[in-house]
């Protein structure tokens, strides 16, 4: 089993920041890919950022730019710093970690970017 936690979500301003955290623990062994989707209300989870493998990133369109995954010193950690934040990156952000073709989520945490 493996488990994610998610912290880091909030409220702010458009233009602002937030980073958030997830750590991952349980039976991992070889994950193919960690990264962070998010679902915004009546809208279908998409991807945000991701890494594929240990290195490679992915970035949604809307978000390269503004927004940066990385890994943290400790195992199975990864960080999305999210700058120069629009109303419409309001969303619950899920961290997803992907082994042996099973996807697992956090419980996801709320950002909310006013206007």
């Known amino acids: 089993q493996v488990q994610l936690v998610e912290s880091g979500g909030g409220l702010v301003q458009a233009g602002g920041s937030l980073r958030l955290s997830c750590a991952a623990s349980?039976?991992?062994?070889?994950?193919?890919?960690m990264g962070w989707y998010r679902q915004a209300p009546g809208k279908q989870r998409e991807l945000v950022a991701r890494f594929i493998g240990f290195s490679t990133t992915d970035y949604a369109d809307s978000v390269k730019g503004r927004f940066t995954i990385s890994r943290g010193s400790a195992q199975n950690t990864v960080y999305l710093q999210m700058n120069s934040l629009k109303p419409e990156d309001t969303a619950v952000y899920y961290c997803n970690l992907r082994q042996a073709w099973q996807d697992y989520w956090g419980q996801g945490t709320q950002v909310t970017v006013s206007s």
């Open positions: 349980g039976s991992i062994v070889s994950p193919s890919g």
